[in-house]
């Protein structure tokens, strides 16, 4: 029997080393499944909505570096599919995203669910094309392939007509990286680390207080890093939701640049003369809103294709693979540098944290009957879990908690949207758990976000695949309620309501369990840690405890202007 289109494919891309493939089955790619589903050694997940398929394919592609396959099918499935591939470019995660198309002699005669998929997806990726003829499909996904694992990783789109899957295809195109695409060698990338790492020293050795913001520690090497930190005497910033690059308890942590950060974490930051950023866009909450690097700090970037920001001072480009430059860096160093004026950063973290976790347990943070701190859930759990825990996190200010009281260390790992989108952490457990199911994971999400992708635990379920859900439930939107408070000093539409997700999880084929007493927390966690099914706990909390240190009743009536 001849190979087909989809056939060769399949082919290539699990002979590239792609595993998985996240879909909500669609009748525009009935070929490509069914030969998906044929081939040993791959698995094929169906998903509860496109969007989870999404954010479990960027799940996958962030724990493991290389990319998984999400599928969808023309208008709507593609634009449900778009929220995770969204993530994917701005977390800079490899993702393939196939997208199916109407049949080619249907194209522009305003088809069912027809849309321009290259150019709706152009914005989202680094590559988006359509295939205009059955026999370019093998060419333009080896392409693909290329552009989503190349120096500068991220999501490529192709879009197939339907009728191209079933065609004859006897041609053979290898899926090489993008590494190959370039010819890169290990000498010549030696050599130019090298190189790289000379003028860093220069640069660090002139410096009197250099501070590094880090990215991805798959990215900038967490053992790398933490040893150039130590010979190179600069201490380290985790971008946000970066902070498994680096351990929190190090003298050399300085903190981690999120929402809210206090004055007193940023004050390294404020002070430095040097400021380095590895692996990492400069986002606006990594930057705090754009205020660093200063006017007169300089800025260094290490990184391939790393976004340049509109800084006034001097800017150094390094336009290079941070773990290698940082190994060269270590490599050339004799000894640590001597202790000096940088020691002072030894205390921050202590400083912030010490400070943190006594306000929240000693400064009247009491909530209301029914309710438990987010912190101290926070805290019990760090405690209960093993170092190798797989963590994920979703958007809103129930995370602020989390960020805040954890306590990363770099045997953990964290899986979350840079992009703060809602329904990241259910999907993204469930592909952790799929692909390392020796490993704990749990998934951190508010009750705004859990309604958003949560069905997704029936896949979990369905795929048996354990994994633990903390939704911290306080029945509002919580981010946007404290920025009406803030701003408009009243509240609108934030309002979701107290909902039983037990119940709902155990509907779903899950464990359910509730915590609205203080004094069970540890027991409630500690039996949904050893739960052998996929688990949801209701994590009851106090609206009012809006944020670390902030309530929301003192937002919508601050002291001094009471009458």
């Given at each position: 029997m001849a190979q087909t289109v989809a056939g060769a494919a399949v082919r290539?891309?699990?002979?590239?080393?792609?595993?998985?493939?996240?879909?909500?089955?669609?009748?525009?790619?009935?070929?490509?499944?069914?030969?998906?589903?044929?081939?040993?050694?791959?698995?094929?997940?169906?998903?509860?909505?496109?969007?989870?398929?999404?954010?479990?394919?960027?799940?996958?592609?962030?724990?493991?570096?290389?990319?998984?396959?999400?599928?969808?099918?023309?208008?709507?499935?593609?634009?449900?599919l778009a929220i995770g591939v969204h993530t994917a470019r701005q977390d800079q995660t490899p993702l393939v995203a196939i997208l199916g198309q109407v049949e080619s002699g249907a194209l522009g005669r305003e088809s069912f669910q027809e849309v321009d998929l290259a150019a709706m997806y152009a914005p989202l990726t680094g590559w988006a094309r359509e295939a205009r003829t059955a026999e370019e499909v093998p060419g333009?996904?080896?392409?693909a392939h290329r552009a989503a694992t190349g120096p500068c990783p991220g999501p490529v789109a192709l879009a197939v007509p339907a009728?191209?899957?079933?065609?004859?295809?006897?041609?053979?195109?290898?899926?090489?990286?993008g590494h190959d695409r370039h010819g890169d060698t290990g000498d010549s990338t030696a050599t130019s680390a090298d190189r790289f790492a000379e003028h860093l020293a220069g640069l660090l050795s002139s410096a009197h207080r250099p501070v590094a913001i880090c990215g991805p520690g798959d990215r900038v090497g967490r053992d790398t890093l933490r040893a150039a930190g130590e010979v190179a005497g600069f201490g380290v910033y985790s971008a946000f939701r970066r902070q498994d690059c680096f351990d929190e308890d190090h003298p050399h942590f300085l903190g981690h640049l999120g929402l809210g950060v206090p004055d007193d974490v940023r004050e390294a930051l404020e002070n430095a003369d040097l400021v380095m950023v590895l692996g990492t866009r400069l986002d606006a909450i990594t930057s705090q809103d754009h205020r660093y690097p200063l006017p007169h700090q300089h800025l260094v970037l290490v990184g391939i294709g790393l976004p340049r920001p509109?800084?006034?001072?001097?800017?150094?480009?390094?336009?290079?693979?941070?773990?290698?430059?940082?190994?060269?860096?270590?490599?050339?160093?004799?000894?640590?540098?001597?202790?000096?004026?940088?020691?002072?950063?030894?205390?921050?973290?202590?400083?912030?944290?010490?400070?943190?976790?006594?306000?929240a347990r000693?400064?009247?943070?009491?909530?209301?009957?029914?309710?438990?701190h987010p912190a101290e859930v926070v805290a019990t759990l760090r405690r209960l879990v093993p170092d190798d825990v797989i963590l994920t996190n979703d958007a809103g200010n129930f995370s602020a908690f989390f960020h805040r009281h954890w306590g990363f260390r770099t045997t953990h790992r964290l899986l979350a949207p840079c992009n703060g989108a809602m329904g990241y952490a259910v999907p993204a457990a469930v592909a952790a758990k799929l692909h390392r199911p020796l490993n704990t994971v749990v998934a951190l999400v508010g009750d705004g976000g859990v309604l958003m992708t949560g069905q997704e635990i029936e896949t979990a379920v369905r795929y048996a695949a354990p994994i633990v859900v903390l939704a911290f439930q306080n029945g509002m939107y919580g981010t946007i309620a404290m920025h009406q408070a803030?701003?408009?000093?009243?509240?609108?539409?934030?309002?979701?309501?107290?909902?039983?997700?037990?119940?709902w999880?155990?509907?779903?084929?899950?464990?359910?369990?509730?915590?609205?007493?203080?004094?069970?927390?540890?027991?409630?966690?500690?039996?949904?840690?050893?739960?052998?099914?996929?688990?949801v706990v209701d994590v009851r909390t106090d609206p009012d405890v809006i944020a670390p240190g902030r309530r929301l009743s003192g937002l919508l009536d601050p002291p001094g202007t009471r009458s």
């Amino acid at each position: 029997m001849a190979q087909t289109v989809a056939g060769a494919a399949v082919r290539q891309l699990v002979e590239a080393g792609v595993r998985t493939a996240y879909t909500v089955p669609g009748e525009s790619f009935l070929p490509l499944l069914d030969a998906w589903e044929a081939e040993p050694g791959v698995r094929l997940v169906s998903t509860r909505h496109e969007a989870g398929a999404a954010f479990m394919a960027e799940a996958e592609g962030k724990l493991t570096g290389r990319p998984a396959l999400a599928l969808a099918s023309r208008g709507p499935g593609a634009a449900n599919l778009a929220i995770g591939v969204h993530t994917a470019r701005q977390d800079q995660t490899p993702l393939v995203a196939i997208l199916g198309q109407v049949e080619s002699g249907a194209l522009g005669r305003e088809s069912f669910q027809e849309v321009d998929l290259a150019a709706m997806y152009a914005p989202l990726t680094g590559w988006a094309r359509e295939a205009r003829t059955a026999e370019e499909v093998p060419g333009l996904l080896a392409e693909a392939h290329r552009a989503a694992t190349g120096p500068c990783p991220g999501p490529v789109a192709l879009a197939v007509p339907a009728d191209f899957w079933t065609a004859a295809y006897d041609g053979a195109v290898r899926l090489t990286t993008g590494h190959d695409r370039h010819g890169d060698t290990g000498d010549s990338t030696a050599t130019s680390a090298d190189r790289f790492a000379e003028h860093l020293a220069g640069l660090l050795s002139s410096a009197h207080r250099p501070v590094a913001i880090c990215g991805p520690g798959d990215r900038v090497g967490r053992d790398t890093l933490r040893a150039a930190g130590e010979v190179a005497g600069f201490g380290v910033y985790s971008a946000f939701r970066r902070q498994d690059c680096f351990d929190e308890d190090h003298p050399h942590f300085l903190g981690h640049l999120g929402l809210g950060v206090p004055d007193d974490v940023r004050e390294a930051l404020e002070n430095a003369d040097l400021v380095m950023v590895l692996g990492t866009r400069l986002d606006a909450i990594t930057s705090q809103d754009h205020r660093y690097p200063l006017p007169h700090q300089h800025l260094v970037l290490v990184g391939i294709g790393l976004p340049r920001p509109r800084h006034p001072g001097l800017t150094t480009v390094l336009e290079a693979d941070p773990h290698a430059v940082l190994n060269a860096l270590v490599r050339r160093a004799t000894e640590p540098t001597s202790a000096g004026p940088r020691t002072q950063w030894a205390s921050v973290w202590e400083r912030h944290h010490t400070a943190a976790v006594r306000y929240a347990r000693a400064t009247g943070e009491s909530t209301r009957p029914g309710t438990v701190h987010p912190a101290e859930v926070v805290a019990t759990l760090r405690r209960l879990v093993p170092d190798d825990v797989i963590l994920t996190n979703d958007a809103g200010n129930f995370s602020a908690f989390f960020h805040r009281h954890w306590g990363f260390r770099t045997t953990h790992r964290l899986l979350a949207p840079c992009n703060g989108a809602m329904g990241y952490a259910v999907p993204a457990a469930v592909a952790a758990k799929l692909h390392r199911p020796l490993n704990t994971v749990v998934a951190l999400v508010g009750d705004g976000g859990v309604l958003m992708t949560g069905q997704e635990i029936e896949t979990a379920v369905r795929y048996a695949a354990p994994i633990v859900v903390l939704a911290f439930q306080n029945g509002m939107y919580g981010t946007i309620a404290m920025h009406q408070a803030t701003s408009h000093g009243r509240l609108a539409g934030v309002d979701i309501g107290r909902l039983d997700l037990a119940t709902w999880a155990r509907g779903l084929g899950a464990a359910g369990f509730v915590l609205d007493d203080p004094s069970h927390t540890e027991a409630v966690l500690t039996e949904a840690l050893r739960s052998d099914r996929p688990c949801v706990v209701d994590v009851r909390t106090d609206p009012d405890v809006i944020a670390p240190g902030r309530r929301l009743s003192g937002l919508l009536d601050p002291p001094g202007t009471r009458s």
